[in-house]
């Protein structure tokens, strides 16, 4: 079984995004994630928070509107006490449909206990980046992995197939323009491994590169 595309549950999580996120006036993230989100029909949407990051309470507020169409989980990981407080301040006001579960401690540790994580949002600035990625139990349908902020993102040469964990791979990612950029990968569970070893085993004739600013991607020929 496979995540299978709802149109209309995308829509309809859209444009309720759209609706709860009008007065903070910004690019369209949210709408986009909540659409994303509720078009893949997740029934698991972990989030790993960063308060400090650009439109991170709007984002939240997308995937709470999603989960409710889905009738799925919307689980939000903070690091303390403190965090908590700032994020439930942070989306205070906005009628989320329903409160999201909001879990405390470290993402990784967190992650490593949740079975069957269909969408993940996690902002690129994250130090630990990598080993919350690695971290996440991919449902058996498969996942669809987000990472915010590409623009800022502290880890050089970042590619989904370096970082996902045993048992992964990767089926297809790409990377959009939106506000401080989407990179977006849809995962599939099982397949031998992790998606490092069969880059290292590969021998490609071609180099792909994908500018995180237009989100453009460009072929490169190997020299033999």
């Known amino acids: 079984m496979k995540l299978v595309w709802s149109p209309e549950t995308a829509l309809e999580s859209y444009l309720d995004t759209i609706k709860s996120c009008d007065r903070l006036r910004q690019s369209g993230e949210a709408e986009f994630i909540a ?10 949407i972990v989030e790993a928070w960063a308060p400090c990051a650009p439109a991170a309470a709007a984002t939240s507020v997308g995937l709470s509107i ?3 169409h889905t009738g799925g989980r ?3 990981v903070v690091p303390n006490q403190l965090s908590k407080a700032r994020y439930a301040a942070s989306t205070h006001g906005f009628g989320l449909p329903a409160a999201p579960e909001v879990l405390v401690g470290e993402a990784e540790a967190v992650l490593s206990g949740l079975e069957g994580v269909d969408f993940l949002v996690v902002d690129g600035r994250r130090r630990d980046l990598v080993r919350v990625v690695r971290s996440v139990k991919v449902s058996q349908r498969g ?12 880890v050089e040469g ?3 197939d370096w970082v996902v964990g045993d048992g992964v791979r990767v ?3 790409v990377v959009l323009p939106v506000e401080r950029g989407l990179d977006i990968a849809y995962v599939g569970h099982g397949g031998g491994g992790t998606g490092r070893s069969k880059v290292k085993r590969s021998e490609r004739r071609w180099v792909k590169h994908i500018d995180e600013g237009s989100g453009e991607e460009h072929l490169f020929r190997r020299r033999r």
């Open 143 to 154: 996942a669809v992995l987000v990472c915010r902020n590409v623009r800022e993102r502290r």
């Open 171 to 173: 089926v297809r990612s």
């Open 66 to 68: 999603a989960a409710r």
């Open 74 to 76: 919307h689980v939000c």
């Open 158 to 160: 970042f590619r989904w």
């Open 35 to 44: 659409a994303t989100a509720g078009g893949w029909n997740a029934k698991l």
